[in-house]
């Protein structure tokens, strides 16, 4: 059985897989429906946080797929307070065929997926957003065509969870990648020792700057995420002030190729991390992102708890086809 905690657990040959499937699923939507590949089963979605994509496009991807999300709130489970992850994840095991949680922990991902008897899928940790990175590349492959390696994402703001998440996916793909943070705010030296380790392997290059003028030279696609994540809103005012020159802004802009496509996992804190005037850009594709979610998501759902096999991966354990 597999989980998806991070990015960093698929090969490159498994994300191609995923983003192939994702665009038969979406096509065959498009088309009138999918097959119930998941008839009578139940996704558990675990909250430890807010949220709107996460979560309506799980729901609506079990729906797609003939099975069932069931929505548990902040409130009602209460993870490693009222009840040990291990706990939560042994008795959800008994009830669901898989779950899905978004913690502030990733640690608690990995006690879950040591415990659960059903696949894990992170929906946002402190670490990782491994299905928002996915949906990212399947929007990438769309707009810049199968051949979107080799191109250039620049990420800019905060190396936290998103920037993490978007150096594993690029590194193992083969997208070149740059980051720029401020000093204190940039990726670990664990994640970026992982990324390069990756990037060795598929050819990507990928460096890390303070400077994010510089950073924009070349880019095809640039990114950013809120510099205040959910949980860190003691940090506001000290954030605003450390990331106030990484603004993706008219002026920023300037310093990319006018071609460049513009991203945001959303939500925007507008005004902060990103002006209106660029998120709502004609070369924004923000919404695209937020869409491919229930795509994306729809594909790693269909391999990990309907057996669907990953077109161009072998494996052993193939059960049907979508
Ligand atoms: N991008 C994303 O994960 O959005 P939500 O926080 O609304 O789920
Ligand atoms: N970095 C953000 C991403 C939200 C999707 C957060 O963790 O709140």
Redesign the pocket.
């Given at each position: 059985m597999r989980h998806l905690l991070t990015l960093a657990d698929l090969s490159s040959e498994e994300i191609g897989g995923l983003l192939a499937l994702a665009e038969k699923l979406k096509r065959q939507h498009r088309r009138g429906g999918n097959r119930p590949l998941l008839a009578g089963q139940v996704l558990a979605m675990l909250f430890q946080?807010?949220?709107?994509?996460?979560?309506v496009s799980f729901e609506v991807g079990m729906e797609h797929l003939g099975g069932h999300g069931l929505y548990l709130a902040p409130a009602e489970v209460g993870l490693g307070v009222r009840e040990s992850a291990a706990d939560v994840a042994r008795v959800l095991s008994r009830y669901a065929q898989g779950i899905m949680a978004?913690v502030f922990k990733h640690s608690d991902l990995e006690i879950m997926a040591a415990h659960a008897s059903v696949p894990i899928i992170n929906?946002?940790s402190d670490y990782d957003?491994p299905c928002?990175v996915m949906a990212d590349l399947l929007t990438l492959r769309e707009h810049l065509g199968i051949d979107f390696r080799r191109q250039q994402l620049v990420f800019i703001g905060d190396g936290y969870n998103m920037a993490n998440g978007l150096l594993f996916g690029a590194s193992k793909i083969g997208l070149n990648i740059v980051v720029a943070t401020p000093d204190a705010y940039k990726p670990s030296s664990e994640v970026m020792a992982r990324t390069m380790e990756y990037a060795e392997e598929s050819g990507a290059r990928v460096r890390w700057t303070t400077d994010p003028h510089e950073a924009l030279h070349e880019a095809d696609v640039v990114y950013t995420d809120v510099w205040t994540s959910?949980g860190q809103e003691a940090e506001n005012e000290v954030r605003r002030r450390a990331f106030r020159d990484y603004q993706l802004n008219a002026a920023l802009m300037k310093s990319a190729p006018t071609r460049v496509l513009i991203m945001h996992?959303?939500?925007a804190h507008r005004g902060e991390e990103i002006t209106d005037e660029v998120a709502d850009a004609p070369n924004s594709i923000v919404f695209d992102q937020?869409e491919n979610?229930l795509h994306a998501q729809k594909a790693i759902l269909a391999w990990l708890m309907g057996g669907v096999k990953l077109p161009g991966v072998p494996q052993s354990r193939v059960t049907g086809s979508a």
């Open positions: 946080k807010p949220s709107l994509r996460t979560r978004r929906g946002l957003h928002q959910m996992c959303l939500p937020a979610r």
